[in-house]
């Protein structure tokens, strides 16, 4: 669920890299590395497959609480190895944050505003994780074992708009295509540096034959004239005419490069890196119908173990097992006995429950806190970023308060009708959205959208909202640990308390990710299963 | 079929770029002007719908000669304007080449080696073109009209290798992360660039105010420290240890970058530029299932009109019409007459004829030439490419000579089996290559890729290689035009001769690419209706 760009208070685009800057003013080094955990940038999977369970489970009853995928991957792993295992699941179905909205899809958020999704047949909103990156193997692991078909996710557009309404100059509040901003700040850089370095300026950092490279590197990077060193424009920023057939138009007929103060006048060269984040990068995947696809691969496993709409009361623990108690849907309340229990439930939900557990782990429940995080779909009845604009997936940046990014989907191109992501914001900003009903929320995304695509508000149709600090299973889309959780809490809850184990994303420095949730409970009930070996 | 980068004869690799450079060293600017037109390089789609033909057909028969997408197009869109129309397809399928090569695909070519492919069933290769860029609107006009589903292509993946071994320092012959030359090049470049500047170096160029943004741009951009501006590596090139779940690995470890001497010398820095070539850039489609979808989306609309397995031996015109010679498989000849002829036969093949043009028409045909182009489809028992090594379709960059790229298919994720591109080459070296057996041709290919995937031949079972110069109805992959031939030649043949239209990519700045046939068939039936609406 993670997304690398966020927007301050006062609207300026927040990339991790720079939030993390503003924490290395405040408190220095350690801080931004407790940060870039917190956010879980540039995570990558660090296993691959799951832990060898072998040697029997010696009669062990195992109960899981929450049917999440961290939830589900302890059940499947651990009934392979001969487990006996039972899940509760508060709400009606299984995924956890897994999840996708299409027909029908019904969610009351805290606040009593009731949704039911109403898109067409065939179109739908990833509101929870929606893409796969390529390290991720964890996730990629179970997409496919259980047959999950992929496909690509175009996380990275150069087509796609760059909208800076806060920058200055003549580039602010226009919507202009990334390949563009691209092409033109990294061909004026370069020729500012290949100059410098011909003239022999950088020779106490390079040799002189390195100097030759990497002038020569320059002028490959930002397509400079080889005479002249000059950028005078490129044809991947596009053309004034497009070339064609025959003479007219023939070659048709360059564009214009924008000058390099305009271009840093309007601050849209913030959406440009040497390299994308690590989990930014291509290649990144999604389920072909939804990322709910990897929920129902699990539930085909293990389905018949769960527990559904079940809420845990109290959990109590004794020398020799667990009991849960838990209310069901229809008021029903019942207890559930077992030899040990792996809970993934999200803290910021857990802090709630009735737990038997030590003083110090209790307080180390209080280290960790959830992020406000809202997601819109909006059914558009006509794909007109990609008739009018040839924009084929991938995110409009932008630094609009409280919408984050728009993101145009990967999925049924060239269809009539589409669902885009209408804003994806986390923060302050998003809570103040988030306050507003379910009509209030599409218009306020419907008129931010309007502001990049003229066709915006003419096409919208019906939208569906989440937002996850208001779901009352989850209270936030992801934990958040600042440094001194993740030195104090953070390895507390790490280690099973009596014969309870966590597992979550929260557990993992893959924050708000699948792979985070699913190498979690691969190492928790690998603790688990060493310590009925030993038993 | 367009591709980015080339190999010469010492092994360099050439992009476009360096291959104007080249031109421009030899010719100056119109030189390189008509390099650019000759490769197609950044070329979009000019044209996004068929002319309007209103006004009737007045009876009038057209001959189309080609079943290629250039003359189905003419077919498909005279006959819905009321057009008479026949077309002679000198191979046994129609597409041109629009194809795909799976199971029983079979092709002999002029030195008299004859393939059959042997692809395990749902596996294929496209041989002729293979992606559609965003702006190709002419292509997506008839993928929408047909029907036909599109996929992702991915043209450019992070995590693919570069793999330079004429390069020197540490890195050459070494499989080297593109994400990591591009964090690292661009990372050390940002630093050197951002330290003169701050010292105020560049004020000449900038004043005091865009001094500021400018190096915050360089820190953005190259993720440099923003206290002293140093570049020592960022998530974004991987970790040395990857992060995942509880304390262990907890966070990981970062990895070191390389230094900027080793990157320099490796040549690696030849893949970077500052945004992809226009019709290289993201988001690239095609088909699902293959190229040819496009070819038997249109062989439905027009399949009834073709004569297939019939070359034509002559074309005779008089006054009042066109009478076109052929000879079908069997050997049985006989002959077509028409009002007009559209005329798509690439003009490598056309100068061998007898046709009945002016001396002028005549003298044009001889402006252009056609490139030399080698594929090769290799069958893989196992993708390893995506489990061993976690990179899910692009490009592998290389200098080899005579393997171009190695590209990994962007289709079926995940399945057991998978058919990559082992060489994509054309010029001198490809010649060298087309000239070995087909089993001589794998080996060849199989060897190279060994040096990049040490799991390459171990897995590699059958290939399928195709040399469009020795396709005896194409003898040559697309046309070439010199700055010459674009001048003098060129619009002479855009023209019609008499009652004689041609049409194709080589009459087009699009040149090797489908929109380049489609928009010139566009073009030109709009002229010959005209015409008709003026006789």
């Given at each position: 669920m993670e997304q690398q760009r966020s927007v301050t208070a006062d609207g300026e685009v927040l990339t991790r890299r720079r939030f993390f800057e503003g924490l290395a003013a405040f408190g220095g080094v350690s801080l931004v590395m407790a940060g870039m955990d917190a956010?879980?940038?540039?995570?990558?999977?660090?296993?691959a497959a799951p832990p060898s369970l072998t040697g029997g489970a010696k009669g062990t009853k195992v109960v899981i609480l929450g049917a999440g995928l961290a939830g589900m991957t302890a059940a499947y792993e651990l009934t392979k190895a001969g487990y006996a295992c039972q899940i509760l699941e508060a709400r009606a179905f299984a995924g956890g944050r897994c999840q996708t909205a299409r027909k029908g899809f019904q969610h009351t958020d805290l606040i009593g505003h009731s949704q039911t999704c109403d898109f067409d047949d065939g179109l739908y909103i990833n509101h929870g994780p929606w893409r796969i990156p390529y390290h991720h193997r964890s996730t990629l692991h179970y997409t496919k074992l259980f047959g999950v078909p992929l496909e690509s996710f175009v996380n990275d557009n150069d087509a796609a708009y760059v909208y800076f309404e806060k920058g200055s100059g003549p580039l602010a509040g226009k919507p202009i295509r990334k390949g563009q901003i691209a092409a033109d700040a990294r061909g004026h850089a370069a020729e500012l540096i290949a100059k410098v370095a011909s003239k022999g300026d950088l020779d106490a950092a390079l040799s002189p034959a390195d100097r030759d490279k990497f002038v020569a590197y320059m002028i490959n990077e930002?397509?400079?004239?080889?005479?002249?060193?000059?950028?005078?424009?490129?044809?991947?920023r596009g053309f004034a005419v497009h070339p064609g057939a025959g003479v007219d138009p023939g070659p048709g007929k360059p564009s214009v490069p924008y000058s390099f103060k305009d271009v840093l006048d309007s601050n849209a060269w913030r959406v440009l890196s040497s390299v994308a984040g690590y989990e930014q990068q291509r290649t990144m995947l999604q389920p072909i119908g939804g990322m709910d696809q990897i929920a129902k691969g699990f539930?085909?496993?293990?389905?018949?173990?769960?527990?559904?709409?079940?809420?845990?009361?109290?959990?109590?623990?004794?020398?020799?097992g667990v009991t849960v108690s838990f209310r069901d849907a229809a008021g029903k309340v019942g207890e559930i006995q077992a030899d040990y229990c792996v809970c993934t439930i999200p803290i910021s939900v857990l802090k709630n429950i009735d737990l038997d557990v030590s003083a110090p782990f209790k307080a180390a429940m209080s280290g960790v806190s959830y992020a406000p995080v809202n997601k819109i779909g909006l059914q558009m009845k006509r794909r007109f970023w990609e008739e009018d604009h040839f924009i084929y997936g991938g995110h409009i940046y932008n630094d609009m308060p409280g919408i984050g990014t728009i993101t145009l989907p990967s999925t049924g191109w060239q269809g009539q009708k589409g669902v885009l992501l209408g804003y994806y914001a986390f923060g302050g900003e998003a809570v103040k959205v988030s306050m507003k009903t379910p009509a209030e929320r599409a218009a306020f995304a419907v008129a931010a959208g309007q502001k990049v695509f003229p066709e915006y508000a003419d096409s919208f149709e019906t939208a569906f909202s989440f937002s996850w600090h208001l779901a009352k299973e989850n209270l936030g889309g992801w934990a958040e640990w600042n440094e001194a959780g993740?030195?104090?809490?953070?390895?507390?809850?790490?280690?099973?308390?009596?014969?309870l184990y966590l597992a979550g994303e929260h557990l993992s420095y893959l924050g708000g990710w699948q792979a985070g949730a699913i190498e979690s409970a691969w190492?928790?009930?690998?603790?688990l299963h060493a310590r009925v070996q030993q038993a």
């Open positions: 956010l879980g940038f540039g995570f990558s999977s660090a296993q930002g397509r400079l004239s080889p005479k002249d060193l000059a950028y005078t424009g490129t044809d991947g539930e085909k496993q293990v389905g018949s173990m769960i527990r559904y709409s079940t809420s845990v009361e109290k959990v109590k623990q004794s020398p020799t993740r030195r104090d809490a953070y390895p507390v809850l790490c280690q099973p308390d009596g014969r190492q928790q009930i690998g603790k």
